[in-house]
């Protein structure tokens, strides 16, 4: 069966929790392999008072799928505490993961609270010119990574220089902390003893996971690799600096899980109906006001606009294909999986942005300079007519009305890139296979 790529198309929070959840129920393996638990990825399973939702951050969303193995790749950054969490919590709702369905890899790298109390304090430096980060510590341990100071996963198999470099690197990060920026320093003894445990805890899950992979793939195995963030928001490709620090784009992929480009099979681009963005950062298709709240709604509902992991409401516009064509160009992508379509239900006209103005008036199908200098150019739209129907209840295209049909069919033209599923609602039977 192969890989199967499934990376989000914008800035993150398109749905891919519940579109990698729909896709694992024909899936051996899903797999992490970017970011940490700045993701928040949710399934909904179930309706009415039967519903059961599931906020996923490090673990992969095909774990909710029964027959799936998981794994963390060692492209991610993974905090131990929240890892053990999240096993805990999704075991009080019956599922437990035995080694035999979680494998972290072993070059992982871990973050611990030295690396959130760093992440806080440069973001505090920042001042106006802040990201707007989770505060998750991503930035700071795949700072510590790439300089070649970080702390890798396999250190849990070897309790004794578990301790000592823990130490060494709260110490290390004290003095930055205390001497750059005035905070307060950290326990290291303390925190190296708090890492003996979750060692313990988590060092059977520890394997050489791009051999597995790899087993698995030439065995025939499906596997899915499951993004994180998304990809205007990849730390090369992205709109820089107002990023997050891994690659969650194809290439990311293959450097993450350690597996080889021969076995891509499929690339999913997952993108809603229209743009969101939580953070900082250029964003010309925003939409303010009485536009702007209607999209991200009232926070009535679990899916409005607001953020899976901090809760900040999100900002919220029209879909932009300038944007889209440029992701679908970095990715490969090889299909789109539209959501949130019964959001757009009531409105008289939507929006696509297809082009941008510069400020001497001339239209750019295509990013001139790349996604980093968006600032001086406005959006340019193309107006369709809207619809007024609930379309929750819709399961196959000709249950939509006409106007929503065209409105899928006017994306896939002007990206030129087939649509596969579109969903209208959260709930797993909430989609539409075309
Ligand atoms: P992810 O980070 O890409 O996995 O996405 P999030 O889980 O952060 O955000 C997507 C939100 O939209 C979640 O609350 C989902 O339950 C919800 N959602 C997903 N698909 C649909 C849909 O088709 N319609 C509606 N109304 N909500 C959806
Ligand atoms: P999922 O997987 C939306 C954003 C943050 C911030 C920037 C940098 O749920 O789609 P970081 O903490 O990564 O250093 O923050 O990236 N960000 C996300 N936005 N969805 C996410 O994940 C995100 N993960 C990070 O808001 O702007
Ligand atoms: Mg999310």
């Not at 998981?70 to 053990?84: D, K, Q, S, T, W």
């Not at 409005?304 to 879909?319: K, N, Q």
Request: a negative charge; charged letters at 20%.
């Amino acid at each position: 069966m192969g890989l199967t790529i499934l990376l989000g198309a914008q800035w993150g929070d398109e749905g891919k929790g519940r579109v990698t959840d729909l896709l694992a129920e024909d899936a051996d393996v899903t797999a992490r392999f970017s970011g940490g638990d700045n993701a928040g990825h949710t399934v909904t399973v179930g309706t009415g008072a039967a519903a059961r939702t599931f906020k996923l951050h490090l673990l992969p969303s095909g774990v909710i799928q029964s027959r799936t193995v998981n794994v963390l790749g060692n492209g991610m950054v993974i905090n131990p505490a929240r890892l053990r969490g999240e096993l805990a919590a999704l075991a009080q709702g019956g599922i437990t993961l035995s080694p035999e369905r979680l494998k972290i890899s072993h070059a992982a790298h871990l973050i611990t609270p030295a690396h959130v109390a760093l992440d806080k304090a440069e973001e505090d430096a920042r001042g106006a010119d802040k990201l707007g980060t989770t505060g998750r510590g991503i930035g700071p341990a795949y700072t510590a990574k790439i300089s070649r100071g970080g702390l890798r996963a396999e250190l849990f198999k070897d309790p004794e220089t578990l301790a000592d470099k823990i130490e060494a690197h709260v110490a290390r990060v004290n003095r930055t902390l205390t001497g750059l920026y005035g905070a307060a320093p950290l326990d290291p003894a303390a925190i190296a003893s708090e890492y003996a445990e979750h060692a313990q805890a988590l060092a059977p899950y520890i394997t050489e996971t791009s051999l597995y992979l790899d087993g698995r793939l030439k065995a025939g195995a499906h596997v899915i690799a499951e993004g994180a963030q998304g990809s205007l928001l990849d730390i090369d490709h992205g709109t820089y600096p107002y990023v997050t620090s891994s690659s969650p784009t194809t290439g990311g992929v293959l450097t993450g899980l350690g597996v080889g480009a021969r076995y891509i099979d499929r690339v999913i681009g997952v993108t809603k109906v229209f743009q969101t963005r939580v953070g900082e950062g250029p964003f010309p298709t925003e939409a303010f006001g009485a536009e702007g709240d209607r999209l991200r709604g009232t926070g009535a509902n679990p899916w409005d606009e607001f953020g899976t992991t901090t809760g900040r409401p999100r900002r919220c516009g029209w879909l932009d294909l300038v944007l889209l064509r440029y992701t679908i160009r970095i990715n490969g992508l090889t299909e789109l999986v539209l959501t949130k379509l019964d959001v757009l239900s009531g409105l008289d006209r939507v929006r696509l942005c297809t082009g941008y103005r510069d400020p001497a008036g001339r239209l750019h199908a295509e990013l001139p300079y790349g996604p980093s200098d968006l600032a001086p150019f406005t959006a340019d739209y193309e107006d369709l007519p809207g619809w007024s129907e609930d379309v929750g209840g819709a399961r196959q295209s000709s249950d939509l009305p006409a106007a929503a049909r065209a409105y899928i069919e006017r994306i896939s033209a002007l990206t030129g890139v087939p649509v596969s599923l579109v969903s209208v609602g959260p709930e797993r039977s909430q989609i539409i296979r075309l």
